[in-house]
């Protein structure tokens, strides 16, 4: 029998597709806020766009969905999360209270940097699919992008 972890994404890959893409079928187990977070884009992508991370914000929260996947789905993402790092952090879930789940930190931050549309798209699409509240949703469609 396989373990089954809960990964919490914030990013690109809370867009069920682009995860499937990367890692196969996936499991969306509820949606979860880390609290003391916010979403920034201050980890430099290799297009030299701005890529999403988590810095420490002590009256914010950080919105996302969370997946169940065993580690072999992780060593797949990890190849796709160049420049973060694995950690398990407390996400409060929607429906199952608080738990432990993994994400992925950046370990090399900027100050902001603005994402690329298509790459926003993929944010705002999970955000939207997955049924994040829609001042978060209006939050990020906020954000400029460069085009």
Do not use: C
Not at 18 to 38: E, P, Y
Not at 55 to 77: C, F, H, P, R, T
């Amino acid at each position: 029998m396989v373990d089954l972890l809960l990964y919490f994404a914030y990013g690109s890959n809370m867009y069920r597709k682009r995860l499937s893409d990367r890692i196969g079928f996936i499991d969306k187990w509820d949606n979860g806020t880390v609290l003391k977070k916010q979403l920034s884009f201050n980890k430099l992508g290799q297009d030299g766009s701005g890529k999403a991370n988590l810095i420490d914000q002590e009256d914010e929260k950080a919105y996302g969905v969370i997946y169940q996947v065993n580690e072999s789905d992780l060593i797949k993402l990890d190849r796709f999360e160049v420049g973060y790092e694995r950690k398990t952090l407390e996400v409060q879930s929607d429906n199952n209270g608080y738990l432990k789940a993994i994400l992925y930190l950046a370990n090399n931050l900027q100050d902001f940097i603005s994402p690329n549309k298509e790459y926003m798209n993929h944010i705002l699409r999970g955000a939207e699919e997955n049924g994040l509240k829609q001042n978060y949703i209006d939050y990020l469609k906020s954000i400029p992008t460069i085009d």
